[in-house]
């Protein structure tokens, strides 16, 4: 069973970074790319970023491109999203979601990070 | 960017009915199309994708078309558990754009 878990979320200042980490089980992560979708509360989602499965192609939303930085370790099983500068606009549920049939044919159960002094 | 423009914003459809939600790329997409459903507190789950292919486990009365660049999604006979929110989401070129959503209520 494909499972994908999202951790690292919580309230942080604005200005400040948070890394998201998001945990594959079930299938052969290293075969896959994989991306970060956000919701932000009441709102739609919003493509975040983008990773190959050898990280060799890495894509970002305009709205994150110099803050945000998306990675993997193929050997953990693990994506990342390093998050800074962060401002209350990124305010949101934040998934990880792989790319197999479809652009994200998984998700995982979100993680919630909150922007606020 | 590629902007996708869904309709409607929001329905309600009895059992009987044939619910058809829409979007319409602002170019051509290639039919990289896909649509999702959002259940209140859930992660969006895959139904379509390349406009027309059924996802594993999504009952055949969903369905996806395309006419010129405009997609939609069918759904025949509507059970009350298809209620929820429903996105398309274009993936032929970066930035991936999801429509606004449609929420659909199943009376």
């Known amino acids: 069973e494909v499972q994908l878990v999202e951790s690292g979320g919580g309230l942080v200042q604005p200005g400040r970074s948070l890394k998201l980490s998001c945990v594959a089980s079930?299938?052969?992560?290293?075969?896959?790319?994989m991306n970060w979708i956000r919701q932000a509360p009441g709102k739609g989602l919003e493509w975040v970023a983008y990773?190959?499965?050898?990280?060799?192609?890495?894509y970002y939303a305009e709205t994150v491109k110099g803050r945000f930085t998306i990675s993997r370790d193929n050997a953990k099983n693990t994506l990342y999203l390093q998050m800074t500068s962060l401002r209350s606009e990124d305010t949101a549920l934040y998934y990880c979601a792989r790319r197999g049939v479809a652009p994200f044919d998984y998700w995982g159960q979100g993680v919630m990070v909150t922007v606020s002094s | 960017d590629i902007q996708m423009t869904q309709s409607p914003a929001s329905l309600s459809a009895s059992l009987e009915e044939i619910v058809t939600i829409t979007c319409k790329a602002s170019q051509g997409i290639d039919d990289y199309l896909s649509w999702y459903q959002q259940k209140p507190g859930k992660s969006p789950q895959l139904l379509i994708y390349d406009a027309t292919s059924l996802a594993d486990g999504v009952p055949s009365r969903f369905s996806g078309s395309r006419s010129g660049t405009q997609y939609s999604l069918k759904i025949s006979r509507p059970q009350v558990d298809d209620s929820g929110i429903y996105y398309c989401?274009?993936?032929?070129?970066?930035?991936?754009?999801f429509g606004s959503g449609t929420k659909l209520e199943i009376k």
């Open positions: 079930g299938f052969t992560f290293s075969n896959y790319g």
């Open positions: 989401l274009q993936s032929y070129s970066t930035p991936f754009t």
């Open positions: 990773i190959s499965s050898g990280s060799s192609y890495i």
